[in-house]
């Protein structure tokens, strides 16, 4: 029997769903949520149309052992909800400093997953950071209200490359200093 092996990543309990590492078999709901150009134009990465392959190329990425981030699902399995509800993301940047990214799918907008996802990561910190950076699209304003729930404060403006978008789009910026 074969069984995958998953890199050392903690597993972070949220109230209504787990947040633990990817696996290959996420590719099939990441795929069908992503494919969704309302996703896929709320982030700097996702193309639309989304290519075929792409979502089991991200699970890859994610799974490997020398990677610079870390990737969790947000799973509801316990709870009877979907086995993939989104994703929370934090990569590392310079020393003591990550840059968080989450998404979720459409179908679970506007339940608070996206904040108590980003609430969990925060609070159980698993990089050591010093500093959190986030940044949104200008568009989105639901995504910075999830950052500003989560203690984050506005730093300015900026500006993003979006593969789907296949342009710059302005941004807002933010941090949150940790303890």
Same mark, same amino acid.
């Given at each position: ?105 459409? =179908? &679970?907008?506007?339940? /608070?997953? +996206?904040?108590?996802?980003?609430? !969990?990561?925060? #609070?159980?910190? *698993? ?23 989560? =203690? &984050?404060?506005?730093? /300015?403006? +900026?500006?993003?490359?979006?593969? !789907?978008?296949? #342009?710059?789009? *302005? ?9």
């Amino acid at each position: 029997m074969f069984q995958e092996i998953i890199s050392a990543q903690p597993v972070i309990e949220a109230d209504r769903f787990t947040l633990r590492p990817l696996r290959k078999s996420d590719a099939g709901l990441i795929s069908m949520y992503t494919s969704d150009p309302r996703v896929a134009l709320g982030t700097r990465a996702i193309p639309h149309p989304l290519p075929p392959g792409a979502a089991e190329a991200f699970v890859a990425r994610a799974m490997a052992e020398k990677r610079t981030e870390d990737v969790w699902v947000l799973d509801g399995s316990a709870q009877e909800l979907a086995e993939v509800l989104g994703v929370v993301s934090l990569t590392r940047l310079e020393d003591g400093q990550s840059e968080v990214g989450f998404w979720v799918g459409p =179908g &679970f907008w506007n339940t /608070g997953f +996206a904040s108590e996802a980003v609430a !969990a990561l925060i #609070a159980a910190n *698993p990089h050591k950071a010093r500093t959190l950076f986030a940044e949104v699209f200008q568009d989105n304003p639901g995504s910075a209200r999830v950052l500003s729930h989560c =203690g &984050f404060d506005y730093l /300015g403006d +900026a500006e993003s490359y979006s593969v !789907a978008r296949g #342009a710059r789009v *302005p941004t807002w910026t933010y941090v949150k200093k940790m303890a």
